[in-house]
């Protein structure tokens, strides 16, 4: 103790030491501020970058939405348009499909209209009492009481053709002679050209005189 000092005031420290203890205060008082500007300055950043982080997620996830609806609508239009294409083409297929068809039962129609062979001439001679005999050939007969056979028996039969064309070498019909079960003999007869249409009346005589009917066997055009 320095007898020269006021009892009440403190010993100073000098030296080393205490230069040792003035440094660590000054750290420690540098560091305590350090932490507090950092600290102030990560809540100064979060406040002011927070509302702006918040508005780029909001405008990032509007326009995330923006896009995925945007997407959606041109996939659904593409759908759309691609399921209109494929119907319109469908249907022209089918449109083709049908012409096509209509031409061909057009072209039969025709075909056998000039044959002679379509249904529709088939049941307009049904309806006048005749009976088709194959393709164009028609025949129906007549009544007995329209003709008398003579000395041999014999039938009476109509004949025509319905092709267009008619028959120019006319007629070829043939019968046979039937007795029972059997076919006993044959006759038959050549008409003269026929148009379409046109009737000729075939007389057709049992020379055998052992039938007791006849039945056709053969029409066609010479």
């Known amino acids: 103790m320095n007898d020269d000092l006021p009892a009440d005031q403190p010993e100073t ?27 102030l300055g990560t809540t100064v950043w979060f406040t002011i970058s927070a509302p702006a982080v918040e508005a780029a997620d909001a405008k990032a996830s509007a326009q995330a939405s923006a896009d995925a609806a945007a997407k959606k609508k041109k996939e659904d ?4 348009w691609a399921q209109v294409q494929a119907d319109n083409a469908n249907r022209a297929a089918q449109q083709a499909k049908d012409a096509a068809a209509r031409n061909a039962s057009q072209a039969a129609e025709k075909a056998a209209q000039e044959a002679g062979t379509s249904e529709s001439i088939r049941t307009q001679m049904e309806a006048q009492g005749w009976t088709r005999f194959s393709g164009p050939y028609y025949y129906q007969y007549a009544p007995k009481s329209e003709y008398s ?7 009476v039969v109509h004949v025509t053709t319905m092709a267009a064309a008619g028959c120019p070498g006319g007629l070829y019909v043939a019968a046979s002679i039937e007795h029972g079960a059997s076919s006993v003999g044959l006759a038959n007869s050549i008409t003269a050209p026929l148009a379409q249409g046109k009737d000729a009346i075939v007389k057709l005589d049992d020379t055998t005189g052992q039938g007791d009917g006849i039945r056709l066997a053969d029409i066609h055009c010479l």
């Open 77 to 80: 239009s593409d759908a759309f």
């Open 13 to 39: 420290v000098t030296g080393p030491a205490g230069t040792r203890n003035s440094r660590r205060r000054l750290l420690i008082i540098l560091a305590v501020a350090l932490v507090l500007v950092l600290g």
């Open 149 to 155: 056979c003579g000395n041999l028996k014999c039938s």
